[in-house]
């Protein structure tokens, strides 16, 4: 499995920008695909961003397109989710994910890595 450790969350306002990374340890994060998820208050954990292991392929979710980039740095072993126009519905706990059973993953369960999560918080 991939250690990984999950920074860049805070208290910001409407409309700001936030860059989360994801630092891994391990041989094996630059041999798969890696993604970002949220997860709010009573709600379930949901994919905002994916992307291949060469970075050659992104997978954005809807809500957050034309605002979030995901990208990587595999001689670094980091990916990073940037974060603009930031919305008050963004709020959430963000975790970072590695190690992925399939080259295009979007559900949690393709996923066997996982950090502790970064809390983003945006307000109106």
């Known amino acids: 499995q991939v250690q990984l450790v999950e920074s860049g969350g805070g208290l910001v306002q409407t409309g700001d920008s936030l860059r989360l990374e994801c630092a891994a340890s391990?041989?094996?994060?630059?041999?798969?695909?890696m993604g970002w998820f949220c997860q709010a208050p009573g709600k379930e954990r949901e994919v905002v961003a994916t992307?291949?292991?060469?970075?050659?392929?992104?997978y954005l979710a809807d809500s957050v397109k034309g605002r979030f980039t995901i990208y990587r740095d595999n001689a670094k072993n980091t990916g990073y989710l940037q974060m603009n126009s930031l919305k008050p519905e963004d709020t959430a706990v963000y975790y970072c994910?590695?190690?992925?059973?399939?080259?295009?993953?979007?559900?949690?369960?393709?996923?066997?890595?996982w950090g502790q999560g970064t809390q983003v918080t945006v307000s109106s």
């Open positions: 994910a590695a190690d992925a059973l399939v080259d295009i993953p979007t559900l949690p369960g393709s996923f066997r890595s």
């Open positions: 391990g041989r094996t994060f630059s041999s798969s695909a």
């Open positions: 992307i291949t292991r060469s970075g050659d392929k992104t």
